[in-house]
């Protein structure tokens, strides 16, 4: 796609858009500033559901956002009433920092569950975010990092794209996920910003898209948090439209679509005491569902996932998933391989067996198992679905962050 051209500097290539972050041991706040931006949201499928995310959905009726607020270490998610009135006591205090309306102001929170926001520590990190606003790269990577919580790397991604008639906007975002990770909206939490000018409901329309090959499509750990948010702005500072006769420019799509994949990947890449990253690809499949139900359930998977960890190209475990996933298969045509950056082997060819024990194909399936970065490839043979997942390997340490998560 030599349309799209990716950036360095995450919301810095954004115009008209200040961002910042700040720390205290655990507690963290951005800020996202973009004045009168057009917006929509995509958020957790789980019954429950935190305060901000109630919050952000009553504030999104009205389609605008000028600013919104994250914090990290406390997700504010089951704690009652007080959990909407800690919301509103930290919209306030942006709203009379920045002169901007209350109801302008998203929120976002993410980290240990049922426990009451510590709001003076929260409030004043966010006094300090406040403070340093700023439209540097600095301050985008800053406020990457103030919503990590067991993130080992901050997540962000700028690109331009070219659309069809010419005319070049931006894309930006960054999000953070590590564990807790198998969304059913968008991701952990996310924010993206474009330059372009687009209407609230053309957003809910590509973010929906966009999240479905993207965020719905990586799996850590195999939990839905209560507080998933991907939240989208469009300010149109670049002042160029990317919905014309009322269709969405289809450049601008796939660019959000990459976009989205990217900051996806990082979090596959990243999750809790991973080792190593898998992409499951899927092909031939009878529809495009059945696709995405196989790639998710392979690297759903504990059990292959354990393997990939342990190095073993059990490949058993590929195929058990598929078949309990809901998705037609046929095992005696289905084509089953995988791979790494040297190397790419069939395990199973049209029905056939290849990886039996002591073959030169179960040596190679060896070799690849002990890479940093696996790829299976299933070939259904049954359509023309295709989709793509991905995630990691699950390890010792996944276990210990999670055992002592909250002590």
Known sequence: MNFIKELDGGFSQIENLKVSGAREGKFGVSIIVSPNSTASAVFTSNKVVAAPVKYTQNILKKGIVSAVFVNSGNANCFTGRQGFKDCETLVELVSKDLKIPKDEIAIASTGVIGREMPIDIISKVAYESLSKLGDGPENSLAAAKAIMTTDTFPKECAVEVTLTNGDKVKIAGITKGSGMIAPNMGTMLSFIVTDAVIPSSEIKKALKTSADVSFNMIVVDGDESTNDTCLMMANGSSGVEVVNDGKLDSNFQQALNYLCIDLAKKMARDGEGASKFIEANVYGAKNQNDARLAAKSIISSSLFKSAV???????????????????????????????????????????EIFAFEDTPYLERAEKIMQSKNITVNIDMDLGDGEATAWGCDLTYDYVKINAEYTT
Do not use: Q
Request: hydrophobic share 35%.
């Open 309 to 351: 960890f342990g190095g073993d190209p059990n490949w058993g475990r590929i195929v058990s998933a598929i078949g309990y996933s809901g998705c037609d298969l046929n095992p005696d045509i289905v084509t089953i391989s995988i791979a790494d950056d040297a190397d790419d082997v069939d395990l199973v060819k049209n029905g």
